[in-house]
Nanobody
């Protein structure tokens, strides 16, 4: 069982930056691929970024490629999302998620993630 707690959300102007953190409980964090998703009002949950268990491979959604960076610190059981050049369309609740399947494939599908945090709100003003 893994519990995930996101932090770092807030209100920022367009062009600004935020860094989200996701702290995980449990001793098997380093076994899991980790992902970030977001959901805006009235829209489906959207893949943002993911990283394999070792931190050596990453995968980004097209809308954030080149602006967002995912990273992890397995010693601290934490995954991060650095968000730069934020746009109003980045406004959403951001969720971190853990994929416990032990797969080599880094998934962008919500169905492949077993554990989810409660989310943190990010609002980008124009």
């Amino acid at each position: 069982q893994v519990q995930l707690v996101e932090s770092g959300g807030g209100l920022v102007q367009a062009g600004g930056s935020l860094r989200l953190s996701c702290a995980a409980s449990g001793r098997t964090f380093s076994d899991y691929n980790m992902g970030w998703f977001r959901q805006a009002p009235g829209k489906e949950r959207e893949f943002v970024a993911a990283m394999d268990w070792s931190g050596g491979r990453t995968y980004y959604g097209d809308s954030v490629k080149g602006r967002f960076t995912i990273s992890r610190d397995n010693a601290k059981n934490t995954v991060y999302l650095q968000m730069n050049s934020l746009k109003p369309e980045d406004t959403a609740v951001y969720y971190c998620a853990a994929d416990a399947r032990g797969s080599w494939i880094i998934s962008s599908s919500t169905y492949d993630y077993d554990y989810w945090g409660q989310g943190t709100q990010v609002t980008v003003s124009s």
